[in-house]
């Protein structure tokens, strides 16, 4: 059996944090265009994303672009013209949510099907298989059992989130935002409404519970579960974080880039990497140092009772660095081993659930003197620090480089010398000069070495060098220099070899059969349809009726999310979990300061919470 194409898929804002993923060992990024994608705030001209793909591509890695708003009818043809653009300018592959897009003139492109078209079953994922989407980009709620069935069902690629910041509803399936603040997240203007502050009521007007961030998630972690998530079935792991700064896409791509590579070093009959090189980094990852709020495995082994969410604030809280163990009145003293700096971020959580953040001005080892006091610091206190004033200016240097092995080889020719070179990538090149041949009075093999070997800055690390001359033959440094620099250019001209087969799409090979992915003829507002050419697709694929995008035509009643967070379960009131009874009485709803009541149901067949728009 052939070894599975193992991707690491980084985010990135802009091509310079693009080029810095590569570097730090992505096998791929993905970055928004100049619009239509996900992340209204993470868009970058075509020019840029060329400048990304040419360096990306040195090692075989890939770049795709995020094309996975849903589109209205006047921007149809912007987007055919953009997607020509990004064609030219190397991007690899598109991450779509949109059907419509399928009914465009397409260049021939990869279609990924984005997690906003809700890919959870075996049968949607296979359904979009025979759509044509190379790769499928999978549900975060998805558990390993989920997706062994998955990709028991199709071949088709599949992606899945390994870290970074959760949406608490499905994706695709959050209407929230556009509800209260008019910002659709199928559009890319989410204001994060699940991050908000709220009370939980019950049907007696009475709160259960008093302004809390009840909606907003941990971070995901998945690291001790990679060699698990390859054996399910996953080949394209994905870190979340087109918003995230560089020295984040750093740290957490290096992270990932071991734990990935640990596995594959183990078992390389079982799995491959999907681009070529190796980096060497100038700091140790740590994901606990990068901005996290805290940490879960998200239903990845079910729902096993480990709490998903936080609670007490929607923002970082860091690495725990430690208790306090005596507080002055000036200073106090952490025990916990850590070493802290001058300008270090600390935060803890007070007796009544409050986030406390603070600078520290001086740090004498484990005495530590803040600008001011923070009220509330107490021995006992559990401390986070969530700006590592040393790890972050490691990372805001130069810290990774990444070289491919480079074979060399000097021969000798009637006419002169032939310099071959062979790289990891599948590249090969015979440069052939015309020179005489002069002998030497003493051996030369340490000179002719050290002249091509040099490298310097072009992705190379020398490999095997090896040397085929009827004896000891001068060459000046300068012409080895000259030769050694116009056959590594000739090399890089050259595509990297493929890992994997690239597949894009084709109109004329759709054989998706709508029946076999819903289970109705008829799809709702939360099929997400905003433009003729994707009610077209879905008409041709079998389905009568499909009603439009909630963006367009609120429904009266609507869910506005479809969460696998629940809240009756968070507090240890499952009906199916635990025994004791809830100490309220349903329904419930969450309310915001302005007197807004958003009802809850749960849908204990799905396990799933919804949450209704005001009645």
Not at 51 to 58: G, P, S, V, W
Not at 97 to 124: C, F, V, Y
Not at 477 to 487: K, M, N, P, V
């Amino acid at each position: 059996m052939t070894a599975r194409t193992i991707e690491l898929l980084a985010p990135a804002r802009n091509a310079d944090t693009g080029i810095e993923a590569v570097r730090h060992g992505a096998d791929a990024v993905y970055i928004g265009g100049p619009g239509f994608g996900a992340r209204a705030a993470a868009g970058n001209p075509v020019s840029d994303i060329a400048r990304l793909a040419d360096y990306a591509h040195t090692f075989g890695a890939r770049v795709y672009v995020t094309l996975n708003t849903i589109l209205y009818d006047d921007e149809l043809p912007a987007v055919e013209r953009l997607v020509h653009q990004l064609h030219r300018a190397g991007a690899d592959a598109l991450i779509v949510q949109d059907m419509g897009l399928l009914r465009l003139d397409l260049p021939p492109i990869a279609l990924h099907a984005s997690t906003q078209m809700d890919n959870r079953t075996p049968e949607k994922v296979a359904f979009l298989a025979r759509a044509g989407f190379e790769q499928v980009v999978l549900a975060r709620e998805l558990s390993l059992a989920d997706i062994r069935a998955i990709h028991a069902a199709t071949p088709v690629a599949l992606e899945a989130f390994v870290h970074g910041a959760l949406c608490v509803s499905l994706s695709g399936r959050c209407y929230a935002s556009q509800y209260c603040f008019h910002r659709s997240a199928n559009r890319g203007e989410c204001a994060q409404f699940c991050r908000l502050a709220f009370d939980l009521v019950d049907a007696d007007g009475h709160t259960v519970v008093r302004d809390k961030h009840l909606l907003s998630l941990r971070d995901m972690n998945r690291t001790p579960d990679i060699e698990a998530m390859m054996d399910a079935g996953v080949s394209s792991f994905k870190i979340e974080g087109r918003l995230k700064d560089t020295a984040y896409v750093k740290n957490i791509t290096a992270h990932y880039r071991r734990a990935i590579d640990d596995v594959i070093r183990r078992r390389p009959g079982d799995y491959r990497r999907a681009s070529f090189g190796t980096s060497a980094y100038t700091f140790t990852p740590n994901p606990a140092k990068s901005f996290n709020r805290g940490f879960t495995d998200y239903f990845l082994h079910g729902r096993t009772g480990a709490g998903v969410a936080s609670f007490d604030t929607p923002k970082a809280m860091g690495e725990a660095v430690g208790r306090v163990v005596a507080a002055g009145a000036r200073s106090f003293t952490v025990d916990g081993g850590a070493h802290f700096a001058n300008g270090d971020g600390l935060c803890f959580v007070d007796a009544s659930g409050r986030l406390h953040g603070f600078r520290v001005n001086r740090a004498e080892g484990d005495r530590l003197f803040p600008a001011t006091m923070p009220q509330g610091l107490r021995p006992g206190t559990r401390l986070f620090r969530n700006a590592d004033q040393a790890f972050d200016h490691l990372l805001g240097r130069p810290s990774a480089e990444r070289r491919m092995s480079l074979d060399i080889c000097l021969s000798e020719t009637a006419g002169g010398y032939r310099l071959s070179l062979s790289d990891e990538a599948g590249r090969h090149v015979d440069h052939d000069v015309s020179a005489p041949h002069d002998d030497a009075r003493t051996p030369q093999a340490d000179n002719l070495r050290r002249q091509l070997t040099r490298l310097g800055d072009t992705p190379y690390a020398a490999g095997r060098v090896e040397f085929r001359l009827a004896g000891e033959r001068f060459i000046p440094a300068s012409q080895l220099a000259e030769w050694r620099r116009q056959a590594v250019g000739a090399l890089l001209r050259q595509p990297a070899r493929e890992t994997r087969r690239r597949v894009p799409y084709d109109k004329e090979a759709d054989h998706a059969d709508a029946s076999t992915a819903y289970a109705t003829r008829e799809l709702d507002y939360t099929a997400n349809v905003a433009n003729r050419l994707a009610r077209d697709y879905y008409a041709s694929h079998g389905i009568s009726r499909t009603a439009p995008a909630y963006e367009l035509r609120p429904p009266r009643e609507a869910v506005l999310m479809t969460c696998r967070h629940c809240l009756r379960a968070e507090l240890g009131h499952c009906p199916q979990r635990h025994d004791a009874p809830a100490p309220w009485r349903e329904p419930l709803a969450l309310r915001l300061p302005d007197g807004r009541r958003f009802p809850l149901s749960f849908d204990c067949r799905h396990c799933q919470m919804l949450v209704h728009a005001p009645r």
